[in-house]
C-alpha cells in the first residue's frame, strides 16, 4: 500500500516532444505529490509538486496532471529539449510524516537533437 | 546559499567493516534525511533527524543507524556492512520537513567488496 508504481522505465523523444510520465498509488492518505530530476553524479532536484485538491499545475515547460479519482498522476513536459535528459522520479507523502518520500522507480529519459 | 554537503563523495570497504557518512544540512534546515538509492530498489528512505531526534525510520535493519548534532550536522553508520549495502546514499534536508521539498546533497558512493 505504500508503492508508487512509474512508468516507462524509460523514454526516448525527439527534441520538441512531449514526454508523459506516469505515477499510481495506493495510500489514499498520501497528500503531497514531487517529482524530482537527477543528472548523473547529482543528487535529486525538486522540479515540481502537487497537492491533491488541484487537477493540474504548470510550471513553466512541466506540467503535473493529477487525477484523485483514479489514484494516478503524470508529468508532461513541453517542447522537451536535450537538456531535460535526466532520470525523473515521482513520489509521495503524507505531509505531515515529516520528510519521508515514497519514490517510483524512476523514468530514464532521452531527448535527441 | 550553500548546498547540503555530503562526505566522504566515494568510499571503498570491505565486508564486515563499518562505515560512517557525514551530511551538513543547508544553513537554517532542521531536517535531515537520508536515503539509499541503487539501480534494484530505487531510492529508499532510511531515517529522519529533526532536532537532533529521530522523527521517522524506514525499514531497514539496526545495522543502520544515524544521529543529528546541535548544528543540525547529520552522520549516518553503517555497521557490519554486507555486499547488498553498496548503494549511493544521499542526504536531504529541509526547513521543517514537513514538506516534500527536500534538498538533496550529491550524495556518497559507498561500494562493499
Known amino acids: 500500500q505504500q508503492q508508487v508504481k512509474q512508468s516507462p522505465q524509460s523514454l526516448i523523444v525527439q527534441k520538441g516532444g512531449i514526454p508523459i510520465i506516469n505515477c499510481a498509488y495506493e495510500?489514499?492518505?498520501?497528500?503531497?505529490f514531487p517529482w524530482y530530476q537527477q543528472f548523473p553524479g547529482k543528487g535529486p532536484a525538486l522540479l515540481i509538486a502537487?497537492?491533491?485538491?488541484?487537477s493540474e499545475k504548470k510550471e513553466g515547460r512541466f506540467t503535473i496532471s493529477f487525477n484523485k479519482s483514479a489514484k494516478q498522476f503524470s508529468l508532461h513536459i513541453m517542447d522537451s529539449q536535450p537538456g531535460d535528459s535526466a532520470t525523473y522520479f515521482c513520489?509521495?507523502?503524507?505531509?505531515?510524516?515529516?520528510?519521508?518520500?515514497?519514490f517510483g522507480e524512476g523514468t530514464q529519459l532521452t531527448v535527441n537533437p | 546559499k550553500a548546498g547540503v554537503t555530503q562526505t566522504p563523495r566515494y568510499l571503498i570497504k570491505t565486508r564486515g567493516q563499518q562505515v560512517t557518512l557525514s551530511c551538513s544540512p543547508i544553513?537554517?534546515?532542521?531536517?535531515v534525511s537520508w536515503y539509499q538509492q541503487t539501480p534494484g530498489q530505487g531510492l529508499q528512505f532510511l531515517f529522519e533527524?529533526?532536532?537532533?531526534?529521530?522523527?521517522n525510520k524506514g525499514n531497514f535493519p539496526g545495522r543502520f543507524s544515524g544521529r543529528q548534532f546541535s548544528n543540525s550536522r547529520s552522520e549516518m553508520n553503517v555497521s557490519t556492512l554486507e555486499l547488498g549495502d553498496s548503494a549511493l546514499y544521499l542526504c536531504?534536508?529541509?526547513?521543517?520537513?514537513?514538506?516534500?521539498?527536500?534538498?538533496f546533497g550529491e550524495g556518497s558512493r559507498l561500494t562493499v567488496l
Open positions: 536531504a534536508s529541509s526547513f521543517t520537513g514537513f514538506t516534500g521539498e527536500l534538498f
Open positions: 495510500n489514499t492518505a498520501f497528500d503531497y
Open positions: 502537487i497537492r491533491p485538491d488541484v
Open positions: 513520489a509521495a507523502t503524507v505531509e505531515t510524516s515529516g520528510s519521508r518520500l515514497t
Open positions: 544553513s537554517g534546515h532542521r531536517s
Open positions: 533527524y529533526f532536532s537532533e531526534t529521530q522523527r
